[in-house]
T-cell receptor
Framework: KQEVTQIPAALSVPEGENLVLNCSFT??????LQWFRQDPGKGLTSLLL?????REQTSGRLNASLDKSSGRSTLYIAASQPGDSATYLC????????????FGKGTTLSVSS | DAGVIQSPRHEVTEMGQEVTLRCKLI?????LFWYRQTMMRGLELLIY????????DSGMPEDRFSAKMPNASFSTLKIQPSEPRDSAVYFC?????????????????FGEGSRLTVL
């Protein structure tokens, strides 16, 4: 059974720092991996989608990498801002019919000004 | 283009009452997912449909929960009778998927969620 783990559960940094959020998964036979952002009381917003054949995706100050063989993904946030404060979740889709995305429990990020 | 639309946004009800949550998919999407989020367990998949067909309902807690897709763009999640332990935020998400039973799921888009409180 696929398990997704995100470490740390919470992270506090001062504004301007570069930071890395980690995601690991137990079954490397994935179709894709997706990073989401969730603000308090809100739904999930898709940030980046990495297909299994890709190594990384970039969007603005965000860069997500994927190492399928080791079962790891990282989300790199450059020059963090207070507006980046949110919970970040990763989710993986197994390369198998009849399966849906499995989510980690997220990392709650707090960026202080 | 409108995103995934869920209603109601908030529902407070008493134990034993029937609860119906609604979801409208993004136009053109063919896969629909119902997730439940709690502090203790995070996001859990309840059920998902591909092309109106339920593919995996193993996450549905028990017979009190049922989900339907009466048409390609709309779904309901019903809890009858509701219990306090059902209190959670229920999310609907949709995507465009291809392949057998929607094996190749594209980017997932979420609604704003329905916060359910059962007293």
């Amino acid at each position: 059974k696929q398990e997704v783990t995100q470490i740390p559960a919470a992270l506090s940094v001062p504004e301007g720092e570069n930071l890395v959020l980690n995601c690991s998964f137990t079954d490397s036979a994935i179709y894709n991996l997706q990073w989401f952002r969730q603000d308090p009381g809100k739904g999930l917003t898709s940030l980046l989608l990495i297909q299994s054949s890709q190594r990384e995706q970039t969007s603005g100050r965000l860069n997500a990498s994927l190492d399928k063989s080791s079962g790891r993904s990282t989300l790199y946030i450059a020059a963090s801002q207070p507006g980046d404060s949110a919970t970040y979740l990763c989710a993986v889709k197994l390369n198998q019919a009849g399966t849906a995305l499995i989510f980690g429990k997220g990392t709650t990020l707090s960026v202080s000004s | 283009d409108a995103g995934v639309i869920q209603s109601p946004r908030h529902e407070v009800t008493e134990m034993g009452q029937e609860v119906t949550l609604r979801c409208k998919l993004i136009s053109g999407h063919n896969s629909l997912f119902w997730y439940r989020q709690t502090m203790m367990r995070g996001l859990e998949l309840l059920i998902y449909f591909n092309n109106n067909v339920p593919i995996d309902d193993s996450g549905m807690p028990e017979d009190r929960f049922s989900a339907k897709m009466p048409n390609a763009s709309f779904s309901t999640l019903k809890i009858q009778p509701s219990e306090p332990r059902d209190s959670a935020v229920y999310f609907c998400a949709s995507s465009l998927s291809i392949g057998l039973a929607g094996a190749n799921t594209g980017e997932l888009f979420f609604g704003e969620g329905s916060r359910l409180t059962v007293l």
